[in-house]
């Protein structure tokens, strides 16, 4: 047994692996993921062999889908292949990439139920693990965020984690493995390819070894994670001394008070900018009575306590499930707003709007601020392509949606005028009408996310 298949092997008894149960491996044809079927084949490993055929270079990504097809055969595993339309996916809010990750991990997990395979296995390694730290450090500023990829995360499981591209490289060449080269990883459009091929390689020339160090940083800081996170929820049992009621003093008194409160922020929807008016709350600046209000969420500040209230305002009321956005709130990642069913990230108008679906909403920079509701009694829209305007209450019979669920849809308005944009994920406004001239502009996206609670049409 080689020294790549004993770290393979020891991957798999770590994650609790029933020995003789299948595993499903995403394989792309590529060294790294041919290399993992090889070694699984070695270790006598049974495997679903999946490919995702994205489609996106003609005839290389079948002659990619061809030759994983074809190992798999060779070695008498199950093949499934999921085909992606590339353009479909470059016109959703996350863009091509964003988009086709969600569609193979759903994808991945639906194979692995089907099979009742023990965990879904990837090839991902240590080269790639110093891109993923560096990326989330250049987008979040949330430091718990900062942990790079998990070796064993819930059924997904990276046994190359700890292993260079070039050990892969120098496996396959010593035992004749043949791969399929991807010419779309030398692009520069994706941030990731811009990391690996011109960032690593300009902070490597500065300070050698920097990627191993951004691979340790990402071990550390999952450890640290795991630790801290313990710690976070004794602050908050401490803290919040009964739902909805947060002491000050023990807050404060907690080196990490402060982070225990933003995560409970972060797990509730609230955004970043949100979140930090919450805490600024906590200052001995802050008034008795102040408050900030998410949605249907509303913390006030309280002599010696955060009043944290939901659903219901402080005097018992039925609170508006509102949410006011200004262009300086708006993230560059995907964020859920509060309990509203919507998400919000930064995002460029698409090449082709045409084809932006019913579940997305592009809305420029020049709009905003825009506020996020539920609808009320005598709202109208202006329905795309129409001159007229409707009542939200008829689009919403129209798309014969069941009377106890009509509480839970939303609209998305424009603050300057009261316009309405959106009936989230039923029906967009001629005001949002977006075309060739707006390609490229800076914007935002707003997705539906459909909450458990409500039943799309």
Known sequence: MTALERQVHRALLDSRWPQGQPLVVGASGGVDSTVLLHVLHALRVPAIVAHVN???RGEESQADAAFVAQLAEQWGWPFEQLDLDVNDLKQGSQGFQGEAHKARHTWFESLRKAHQAHAVLTAHHADDQAETWLLQAMRNANPLSLRGMLPHDGTRLKPLLQVRKSELVAYAEAHNVTWREDASNAERAYRRNQIRHDLLPALEAVQPGVGEHFRQLASRMADLNGAIQATLQSIRTTAEVKPGLWDLKALLAAPLGLES???ALRESGWPKRHAQRVVDLMMDTAQVGASVALGNQKVIRERDHLRWTTGLSADGEEASNRVVIEWEDVPRQLEKLGSTGLGVERGACPPDPRSTTLDHCWVPA??????????QSGDRIQ??????????????TQAKLPHAERPNAHVLVRQRDGVLLWVAGLKRAEHAR????????????????TPAY???P
């Open 366 to 375: 020049t709009d905003f601020p825009v506020e996020v509701r539920s609808w």
């Open 434 to 449: 977006i075309g060739a001239e707006h390609s490229g502009l800076e914007g935002a996206w707003f997705s539906w996310t």
């Open 383 to 396: 329905p795309l392509g129409m001159k007229g305007r409707s009542l939200v209450s008829d689009v919403l």
């Open 54 to 56: 994205h489609h996106a």
């Open 261 to 263: 409160l933003r995560q």
């Open 454 to 456: 409500f039943t799309a």
